[in-house]
């Protein structure tokens, strides 16, 4: 049973999103909450309030190229790509294609799909191949476009001109601590190991967040509470993850009780 105080919780979050979040929402993203609300797990799928967070958050930070461990439908991706400038690059992992693939009429719709390359498998392959392989924006290429010469003397150049091309994403192997944000929502039983690649993937001053890390209040249950069944399995998980990240000394903290709970890590070195 819930008590007085998980009720004004309650009432005070369904006040939070209609008063600040829902009415700020873009169109794209109301519409892909809508789908979402709809699927038989939307439960796993970050909050209203916390994309505009993080919206926000990324915004402040200008960054470019960020990552994402856990799709799902794409609602938080969503969030991302709209707050990244129109030459942004998200990586993003996920498992199953089947449930990125109901937001993706969205997101093309909303123009920002170019800056997305999704990844389809288990993410900690993944982020190891990315420890070799990071995207970089490109310095510009020139070069001397020479003009036929007019003169019957070959060796003389009427005219020259220094082109050059705009820059470009590209791939630049064996180079670590190139995004500057990385989301983590995923299988709680391995943050830890996301964890560990993440903090040498994101540059330094770059940010980590990580969702769920309240876990719907099982962290501090008392010893009479039982958590539902469908919590207990990754609690412990979530427990040795708080105190993990409480004890690195090479990330500053921040760990947020907005919707399920978000930690936010800081790298310094």
Request: aromatic share 10%; proline share 4%.
């Amino acid at each position: 049973m819930e008590s007085s105080s998980d009720d004004h919780r309650l009432v005070y979050v369904q006040y939070l999103l209609e008063t600040s979040v829902y009415p700020r929402e873009p169109d794209a993203m109301k519409e892909l909450r809508s789908i979402t609300v709809n699927h038989p797990l939307n439960g796993i799928a970050t909050a209203a309030d916390e994309a505009q967070f993080l919206s926000m958050l990324l915004k402040v930070m200008n960054a470019k190229k960020t990552l994402e461990i856990g799709v799902f439908t794409g609602y938080s991706l969503l969030a991302t790509a709209l707050a990244l400038p129109d030459d942004g690059k998200i990586i993003a992992i996920d498992v199953n294609r089947e449930f990125y693939e109901l937001g993706v009429p969205v997101i093309q719709n909303a123009g920002v799909s170019h800056k997305i390359d999704f990844r389809e498998g288990e993410a900690l392959p993944i982020l190891d191949e990315l420890m070799k392989e990071v995207w970089h924006l490109s310095e510009p290429l020139g070069w001397i476009h020479f003009f036929a010469s007019l003169n019957r003397h070959a060796r003389i150049i009427d005219m020259c001109t220094y082109k050059t091309a705009p820059k470009f994403w590209a791939l630049q192997e064996g180079k670590k601590g190139s995004f500057d944000f990385i989301y983590v929502d995923a299988d709680k039983n391995n943050y830890i190991n996301y964890h560990s690649r993440a903090v040498e993937l994101v540059r330094v001053g770059g940010i980590v967040a990580y969702d769920n890390t309240l876990w719907y209040g099982s962290v501090v249950a008392l010893p009479e509470e039982t958590p539902p069944s469908y919590v207990m399995p990754f609690r412990d998980d979530v427990i040795k993850f708080n105190k993990y990240l409480a004890a690195d000394h090479r990330v500053e903290i921040c760990h947020l009780s907005i919707s399920d709970g978000l930690t936010l890590c800081r790298r310094l070195s």
